[in-house]
């Protein structure tokens, strides 16, 4: 079964914010792939427990290269998207969690941006502990949604090509 899942936070308080990225994309996406046999998920657990949920979905070592991880990233500019395979959670913890929860960093995920960026494209990000969550936590602007939701026909082409040919050319085409 080939599974995507959406990672974020549960709850009407939740819907709308930045750390729900994934959850939102994976809404956005699967209009576009109806018919391609793929499951998409967002679990209705907090974000890191997301382990819990994905873990009973995933038994082997197959099912693992037909999962794609879609979740944001405070490290790349709003907009962009960077697809990844068997590296580190890189201090995520919802990511963290599923990781854990499989005991592999073998499978794939798209880490969506999350964060301004100046002309040049460097991130500019919030600094201190406080002002990250206030961030991760807060509504997207309308503008930044029109982001997403422009980004959304680039991920689901690369969830299409993930799966119809191979994680290297999704990751040649698209990073």
């Known amino acids: 079964m080939k599974l995507v899942v959406g990672l974020g936070n549960p ?14 994309l994976v809404g956005m996406i699967e209009k576009k792939l109806e018919g391609k046999k793929i499951k998409f ?5 907090f974000m890191n427990n997301s382990g819990k949920a994905v873990a009973p979905l995933v038994k082997s070592k197959k099912d693992l290269k037909d999962l794609v991880v879609i979740y944001d990233d405070i490290d790349l500019p709003l ?5 990844s395979f068997n590296r580190s959670s890189g201090g995520h913890n919802g990511l963290g969690s599923v990781i854990k929860a499989l005991k ?13 960026a100046t002309s040049k494209g460097v991130v500019k990000k919030p600094k201190g502990e406080k002002a990250i969550l206030n961030f991760l936590l ?35 085409l698209y990073n």
């Open 11 to 24: 709850g009407k308080e939740y819907e709308g914010t930045r750390h729900n990225t994934g959850r939102i």
């Open 41 to 45: 998920i967002t679990p209705d657990i």
């Open 79 to 83: 907009g962009k998207m960077k697809i």
């Open 104 to 116: 592999s960093e073998e499978f794939l995920r798209i880490r969506v941006g999350i964060s301004p």
């Open 138 to 172: 807060g509504e997207f602007k309308k503008p930044e949604l029109e982001a997403l939701k422009k980004l959304s026909k680039k991920v689901a082409e690369a969830v299409e090509t993930i799966f119809a040919e191979s994680k290297e050319k999704a990751m040649s």
